[in-house]
């Protein structure tokens, strides 16, 4: 029976998530701290960890990077409110498996924790293959193995002006050697694009090996990377086979390898000069044809200059260079994405759903994506499982994305406060002082729009409270504070 941990400062939802799992032959542990959640994590060894963002002494991002110190290669889910997609976002960059949108969905839940358990226990096998072929095994006899602990969706093609040119540039680079740095933001498919850079060369029947830079730890990215000899340090049981050996004849993708150690980037500058390497703690060198291609979502030459990176692995790796753009500079591509994805959420779920209202057609389009392709591929896996037709309507999506232009952020820095966020104002917005030359402040604009729209929705559902929070899409909890600030 796969052992959970469940860490969430309230107990209502510690309590539902173990009744909830239990009933689905799952060992349920709970916890309502973060210091609390990493002893219970050290003393029964969980198979996955389900964690709430805002804990009450320390941050998800404190307790996601303890987790993955210790135990890189365990899924973290993250429960989260949908105005933190950029949190979201961030963690996923930490090593986080997924996230979980408020408010919570048994089925969504369930879907994502046996994928999680699923990839999890792929790349153990993975990883036990690699150790018991290492004696004698050739590179060529391990071939088709990923090093990524997820599957990743398949390519979609845009048909936009922008696309056009993304895609000119990796049929150019393609059927080189050249080792390739391609930038984007966070979700925007680097991977897919050095996948397809793969497919379409001829190292395509040779392994393609993914690697997060950012979900590794110091102590283990050179164990990832060059593999260790057994015993070669405290904790080495057994000789592990690192990614470089792992992609011998095809390509290694690195991605955020900004955030390699210094000392780790010496390492893989002379692998990358030579050709060679050695495993960690091992005297045996080994010959290397390895195509690289790195991904960073931050400037590598302006870390170079900052003493982050190295400058000459920079320019080892900036043979060419690939602008990946935002999903909101795409827009004339993002339906076509959206029907890709709905396609294979459809085959995952099990699930016949043929398409998008009108209304989220336009909801989608004046939307900004933060998270980019990922946050659009979760958003309708999310909209497709809560469709209970053949069409996802409105009701289906998050209420930010479907209220977006009423909070809609000012072209500027400024800062402003949330919908539904427990920062807002903690008192009922009250009519504004009739001076003709005053402004409405951003402040008093979006607490007066926050107050109609939570008392429009009372109102529909007769005050029902557990409806309008799902409505909304917040917790009951949440709801009964706005209730209690806005003196409804």
């Not at 820095?413 to 427990?422: I, S």
Request: include cysteine; proline fraction near 4%.
């Amino acid at each position: 029976m796969k052992k959970i941990v469940v860490v969430d400062d309230e107990p209502d939802i510690c309590f539902l998530l173990k009744r909830f799992l239990s009933r689905n032959n799952f060992l349920v542990e709970t916890a309502h701290n973060g210091k609390e959640g990493l002893a219970l994590i050290e003393k029964i060894e969980p198979d996955l960890v389900m964690t709430d963002f805002r804990l009450g002494d320390i941050t998800g991002t404190e307790l996601l990077t303890t987790i993955k110190a210790k135990n890189p290669h365990m899924p973290v889910l993250v429960i989260t409110g949908y105005s933190d997609i950029k949190i979201a976002v961030n963690v996923m960059k930490l090593g986080a498996y997924d996230y979980i949108t408020k408010p919570l969905f048994p089925d969504e839940i369930l879907v994502t924790v046996n994928k999680a358990l699923a990839d999890m226990e792929n790349e153990t096998e993975d990883s036990e293959g690699e150790t018991s072929g290492s004696t004698g095994a050739k590179p060529s006899e391990k071939r088709g193995r990923k090093a990524s602990t997820r599957s990743k969706p398949g390519f979609i093609m845009g048909d936009s002006e922008v696309s056009d040119n993304l895609y000119k540039q990796v049929d150019l680079v393609a059927p080189t050697n050249f080792s390739v740095i391609i930038y984007g933001e966070s979700g925007s498919g680097k991977e897919a694009i050095a996948h397809e850079i793969h497919n379409r060369s001829k190292r395509r029947d040779m392994p393609f090996v993914a690697m997060d830079c950012g979900a590794i730890s110091k102590e283990l990215a050179g164990s990832e990377l060059f593999g260790h000899e057994k015993g070669s340090f405290t904790g080495a049981l057994q000789t592990k086979i690192g990614h470089f050996e792992l992609a011998n004849g095809g390509t290694l993708f690195l991605d955020e390898v900004s955030n390699l150690s210094y000392e780790i980037q010496v390492a893989l500058l002379r692998v990358v000069q030579e050709r060679k390497m050695r495993r960690i703690g091992g005297s045996k060198e080994i010959d290397l044809d390895v195509r690289i291609i790195v991904a960073s979502n931050e400037r590598l030459l302006e870390s170079a200059k900052n003493g982050k990176f190295r400058e000459d692995l920079y320019y080892r790796f900036n043979e060419f260079t690939i602008e990946v753009p935002a999903l909101r500079n795409r827009k004339d591509d993002l339906m076509q994405f959206a029907e890709g994805f709905l396609q294979t959420t459809n085959k995952e779920l099990e699930k016949s759903v043929k398409g998008f209202s009108n209304d989220v057609r336009e909801d989608f389009l004046n939307y900004s994506w933060p998270g980019n392709l990922r946050e659009l591929r979760n958003v309708i896996k999310r909209a497709t499982l809560l469709s209970d037709g053949d069409i996802i309507e409105e009701k289906s999506l998050p209420f930010e994305i479907v209220n977006y232009k009423k909070i809609q952020v000012l072209e500027d820095d400024q800062v402003r406060p949330t919908y539904l966020e427990a920062s807002a104002p903690s008192i009922r917005p009250e009519e504004p002082v009739e001076d003709p030359d005053s402004k409405p402040s951003l402040k008093t604009v979006a607490s007066e729009a926050e107050y109609d729209m939570i008392m429009q929705v009372l109102r529909d559902v007769n005050f029902n409270k557990s409806k309008a929070a799902r409505l909304l899409n917040i917790d009951r909890k949440t709801l009964y504070n706005k209730m209690k600030q806005f003196d409804i």
